[in-house]
């Protein structure tokens, strides 16, 4: 969990707002799905 939150914050550096709006979308919604985060966090 360390580890992706910090690459969350990397990923804010990124100079295109669009882009982080939209990954921040999809990291929500897999946050919301169950079976999506734990897969994620296995990966």
Request: proline share 7%.
């Amino acid at each position: 969990m360390t580890g992706t939150g910090g690459q969350v914050k990397r990923r804010r550096a990124i100079p295109f707002p669009s882009a982080g709006t939209i990954w921040y979308s999809i990291v929500k919604m897999i946050y919301r799905t169950p079976a999506a985060s734990a897969g994620t966090v296995r990966h």
